[in-house]
């Protein structure tokens, strides 16, 4: 049986000098506040991975309460929650994230965040899409406040 998935993360800008996008370190004029490393990319795919296997969310699993996760690089959480598809008989049949932000620019990042995603989830990289848009300026993206991602999946048997 196939399964499919959703998630959403967002971050508010802070100080720094770069983002973290789907395990790459992308420059730009701020950072993100976060207890991890703040990958809008990842925790999306998280809790998109985890919500197709009815598992939670990402909280559950690496909850910002607990010390063992400040700083942490988000590319761990994908591989752990890959281990729990596995453990259920599952693999990833496909990936699509979209990245909303008016910057930093996503394009020229997007074929190393996709190598990442699909060396974490153990898939070809033609199963991991990473699109980008802006909200046209409206709303905390369009302000330049913060930073979200979308992400869907479809899980089948291994």
């Not at 991890?36 to 990402?58: M, P, Y």
């Not at 690496?62 to 590319?75: I, K, L, T, V, Y």
Request: negative net charge; charged residues 20%; hydrophobic residues 45%.
């Amino acid at each position: 049986m196939i399964r499919i998935g959703q998630g959403f993360d967002v971050h508010a800008f802070g100080e720094g000098d770069h983002v973290m996008l789907g395990g790459v370190r992308v420059a730009h004029t701020q950072g993100v506040l976060a207890h991890s490393d703040g990958d809008v990319v990842l925790h999306a795919l998280c809790d998109a991975l985890l919500g197709s296997l009815a598992l939670g969310d990402i909280g559950k699993h690496f909850p910002p309460s607990d010390e063992q996760w400040r700083g942490a690089d988000s590319r761990a959480f994908v591989r752990a929650v890959r281990g729990l598809m596995l453990e259920r008989g599952y693999v990833l049949g496909n990936a699509d994230v979209t990245v909303i932000c008016e910057a930093p620019k996503v394009l020229p990042h997007a074929d190393a965040m996709r190598a990442n995603i699909a060396a974490d989830l153990g898939v070809d990289i033609d199963r991991v899409s990473i699109k980008a848009t802006t909200t046209e300026t409206l709303g905390f993206t369009g302000r330049r406040e913060g930073i979200a991602a979308l992400a869907s999946v479809l899980v089948q048997p291994a």
